[in-house]
């Protein structure tokens, strides 16, 4: 079955340190994956898209990248901040339009 | 600029009542989807609508019901609610004719079922 996976429930850092967050994808080829943030008890937040054709995407800072030998997506947090401990969510674009989502990063930054 | 919004925002009912959740999509976003998102899960899909049709359905049990109307606004209909339909409904919407990847979320209700 086609799948998309977050290896890792939980990560804890160091304020000032680079959060790095894996998405896996097995049996097929996204055409582009998505990258939501989530705050508890609220809505997904919509952060990053990347393309397949696409090695990498900035956003402030922010940074996604695609290998598509790998099966990949890393997202990327430069200079964390106790503000970006949130959950994170890989997604892809399922057959119906919607959106299938890996399970999640929590991320924790401490000061 | 204009956002998703969801009524309520908290819901209590009781084992076998009806819960009507509605959805304000971001103006002219031509589609809606509707998710549930149970306690440390991910949000999962249960329908979709495309100019005020329905498009697509995934999870969505069938004491559930959904529609879009003239204003684009979309209500989630649930009846025979048992314990574990608690969870967050999120609606999110997105415009087909853009590039239609992007979908952005309410802020959800917040459902338990008593």
């Known amino acids: 079955s086609q799948k998309i996976e977050q290896n890792s429930e939980a990560l804890n850092i160091q304020e000032g340190k680079t959060a790095t967050l894996t998405c896996n994808y097995t049996?097929?080829?996204?055409?582009?994956l998505q990258w939501y943030r989530q705050d508890p008890g609220r809505g997904p937040v919509f952060l990053l898209l990347?393309?397949?054709?696409?090695k990498e995407k900035r956003k402030e800072r922010l940074k996604v990248t695609f290998d598509t030998t790998l099966k990949q997506s890393l997202f990327h947090i430069t200079a964390s901040q106790p503000a970006d401990s949130a959950t994170y969510l890989c997604?892809?674009?399922?057959?119906?339009?919607?959106?299938?989502f890996g399970k999640g990063t929590k991320l924790s930054v401490k000061p | 600029a204009a956002g998703v919004i969801q009524s309520p925002r908290h819901l209590i009912k009781e084992k076998r009542e009806t819960a009507t959740l509605k959805c304000y999509p971001i103006?002219?976003?031509?589609?809606v989807y509707w998710y549930q998102q149970g306690p440390g899960q991910d949000p999962q899909f249960l329908i979709s609508?495309?100019?005020?049709?329905?498009?697509d359905k995934g999870s969505i049990p069938d004491r559930f019901s959904a529609q879009q109307f003239s204003d684009y606004h979309s209500e989630l209909n649930m009846s025979s609610l048992e314990l574990g339909d608690s969870a967050l409904y999120f609606c999110?919407?997105?415009?087909?004719?853009?590039?239609?990847?992007?979908?952005?979320f309410g802020p959800g209700t917040r459902l338990l079922v008593l």
């Open positions: 997604a892809r674009r399922g057959s119906q339009g919607n959106l299938i």
């Open positions: 049996n097929y080829s996204p055409a582009y």
């Open positions: 999110a919407s997105s415009l087909a004719s853009g590039s239609g990847e992007t979908q952005y």
């Open positions: 609508f495309y100019e005020k049709m329905q498009s």
């Open positions: 103006p002219r976003h031509d589609t």
């Open positions: 990347i393309r397949e054709n696409e």
